[in-house]
C-alpha cells in the first residue's frame, strides 16, 4: 500500500509560482504514473499533468501547457508540479495521484491512491 502526502499549496497573486509536492510512502514502480488532478468548488475533479515513475514521460491537460511542470525524484519518492504564472481560475484543492499505466490515459477512475489535497488560491 502506497499512502501519498501532498503540500505546497497556498494563496498567491496572478502571475505569482507554487511548488506542490507529493511523497510517497512506498515503492512506486515504473510501470506506475504519478500525477496530479483539481476541483475547484463546485465542480468535478480533473486532470491536470501526469509523470511515468519509470521513463519520466509527461503529459499535461492543454489548459497548463506552458505554464506547469511536473518533475520527479525517485531518491525520495517525491514528484513536484511547478506552476507558474499562475491564474484565478487555477484556484482548486490539487491532489496528487497513483495510476497504473501511462501518463496519458491517467484517469480518475483508474486512481489507485489519493493524497489528502492542498488548496491554491490565485488572487486577482
Known amino acids: 500500500q502506497v499512502d501519498l502526502v501532498d503540500s505546497g499549496g497556498g494563496l498567491v497573486q496572478s502571475g505569482g509560482s507554487l511548488r506542490l509536492s507529493c511523497t510517497a510512502s512506498?515503492?512506486?514502480?515504473?510501470?506506475?504514473?504519478m500525477g496530479w488532478f483539481r476541483q475547484a468548488e463546485g465542480n468535478e475533479r480533473e486532470f491536470v499533468a501526469a509523470?511515468?515513475?519509470?521513463?519520466?514521460?509527461?503529459y499535461y491537460a492543454d489548459s497548463v501547457k506552458g505554464r506547469f511542470t511536473i518533475s520527479k525524484d525517485s531518491a525520495t519518492n517525491t514528484m513536484f508540479l511547478q506552476m507558474n504564472n499562475l491564474k484565478p481560475e487555477d484556484t482548486a484543492v490539487y491532489y496528487c495521484?497513483?495510476?497504473?499505466?501511462?501518463?496519458?490515459?491517467?484517469?480518475?477512475?483508474?486512481?489507485?491512491?489519493w493524497g489528502q489535497g492542498t488548496l491554491v488560491t490565485v488572487s486577482s
Open positions: 495521484a497513483k495510476h497504473f499505466g501511462s501518463p496519458r490515459s491517467m484517469n480518475l477512475a483508474d486512481v489507485r491512491a
Open positions: 512506498g515503492r512506486i514502480f515504473s510501470s506506475f504514473s
Open positions: 509523470i511515468n515513475w519509470g521513463d519520466r514521460r509527461t
